[in-house]
């Protein structure tokens, strides 16, 4: 269950396109933030992606990515053209396939061998005809679907969905934002040859002026039990509320989201209900995966910014800032020891995602509560790093990687305060949520010592 947002220029305060997403993997699914640089490859090569292995393209572009620690793509990622990628998954009634490219691969191949968005689509839809999609797409849970996508530069923004072979897309101006559902209907700008002949063929619809992309393809019990339709409404909610005057705070606000239709807003141990933006596990079917990573990209043409949190759940996590340029943790050891080594499934103190579980996982006793005595710390000093970004801008690659070690390093130093902080609170966490977090971290290895107070 993920959501991704784009505000264009048209929308935001400064005129710069925005870009957002939360990714929503299980609890244990460490999540991390890597760069590659450009290579070049000779005419002969295989690249191995997460379950086939493809022909390697001559060149491929500098990248970064937010991604799920095994597997080959990513979630969400940028590369060194100013294109942004995120993914969704969308459950549909062409069948799925055991093996093929995920769409997580196809994303990070995107970024490597496209420099637009509209480029961006060629490659994931000659990809798709090639090699086809397919494959498990979860780490323990055997998980497969189709996917959706938004990408993004600083002139323009597009909007993929994708139902095995078979895909539209649109081009997209203002607020848009997609979830685990279809959200292309009649509109689309460009499509697969034969979209509207299958779907006709297998009786989804009786001809072509009947034809509802969304309506056709979609599997109506999956789509339905991803909550897709309340997470997009209330995103699309958010931004419309600040058009015109949208933020990289902004989007950061959204993707922290527990709101409710009616305006409430859930508690994380709510946890027989269904799926929110700001994602927490717990017990319960719907509720087996939670944000574990979160990436904001700020799309100016000069040099585009982006926010990672490196970390699960928003609204615990500090969004740092990096440049593709400036973020190589090998090249400044300062930074390389805050974010630690790659993470896996088991918990290790030594990495940023697992460290910040513990408080996480430690805010999970008294969710509503915890969060209210950290937040306006959390916030302030997001406003701090933005302005910092901003202002470095213009500065060196050196400059701006030490902006983001000391970002890195200051978030981390916050997050054990808070820890602090917040486990000297009482908890008051309901039985069920108590005893599916209890196996959870039991499975991650985490050791009791962990939680106890620092």
Request: glycine content about 6%; hydrophobic content about 35%.
């Amino acid at each position: 269950m993920c959501d991704t947002i784009i505000a264009t220029g048209e929308t935001t305060k400064n005129g710069v396109t925005i870009f957002g997403k939360n990714s929503d993997r299980e609890p244990n699914e460490a999540h991390y933030v890597v760069s590659f640089a450009a290579a070049d490859y000779a005419s002969d090569n295989q690249v191995k992606c997460t379950y086939v292995e493809i022909p390697q393209a001559k060149h491929t572009y500098a990248i970064l990515l937010a991604k799920p620690f095994w597997i080959w793509g990513a979630e969400m990622g940028a590369n060194e053209h100013s294109l942004v990628i995120g993914n969704e998954a969308l459950f549909t009634k062409v069948p799925y396939t055991k093996k093929g490219l995920l769409g997580m691969d196809l994303l990070r191949l995107a970024l490597e061998r496209a420099a637009s968005p509209r480029e961006g689509i060629t490659v994931i839809t000659d990809l798709l005809a090639a090699f086809g999609q397919g494959g498990n797409a979860g780490l323990t849970h055997s998980t497969y679907y189709h996917n959706s996508f938004i990408l993004a530069d600083p002139n323009e923004a597009w909007v993929l969905e994708t139902a095995g072979e078979h895909w539209a897309a649109k081009q997209i101006k203002g607020v848009y934002s997609i979830s685990n559902g279809i959200t292309i209907e009649k509109d689309w700008d460009i499509a697969s040859p034969n979209l509207v002949s299958h779907a006709i063929q297998q009786g989804w619809c009786k001809n072509e002026s009947e034809f509802n992309f969304a309506r056709c393809y979609s599997d109506f019990l999956y789509t339905r039990f991803s909550d897709c339709h309340k997470r997009r409404s209330r995103t699309m909610e958010l931004l419309n509320a600040k058009r015109g005057d949208i933020t990289i705070e902004t989007m950061m606000s959204v993707l922290r989201d527990h709101g409710q239709p009616d305006g409430s807003q859930r508690s994380a141990d709510e946890s027989l209900a269904g799926a929110d933006v700001c994602m927490h596990a717990g017990f319960g079917p719907i509720r087996i995966s939670q944000t574990t990573g979160s990436m904001v990209s700020f799309l100016d043409q000069k040099a585009p910014l982006h926010f990672v949190t490196g970390t699960a759940a928003p609204c615990t996590s500090i969004f740092k800032p990096v440049w593709i340029d400036a973020f190589s943790p090998d090249d400044f050891p300062f930074l390389k020891t805050c974010i630690g080594p790659e993470p896996d499934e088991i918990y290790n103190p030594d990495t940023l995602f697992w460290r910040h579980e513990v408080l996480h996982r430690s805010t999970l006793h008294d969710h509503s509560n915890c969060i209210q005595s950290l937040a306006s710390d959390r916030d302030a000093l997001e406003r701090e790093f933005v302005s910092d970004a901003l202002g470095a801008q213009n500065s060196n690659a050196k400059s701006r990687a030490d902006v983001t070690a000391n970002c890195f390093w200051g978030a981390d130093a916050t997050e054990k305060d808070w820890l602090g902080r917040i486990q000297k609170q009482p908890p008051r966490e309901k039985w069920l949520h108590a005893s599916a977090w209890g196996e959870f971290n039991r499975e991650a290895k985490i050791p009791q010592e962990a939680f106890k107070e620092i």
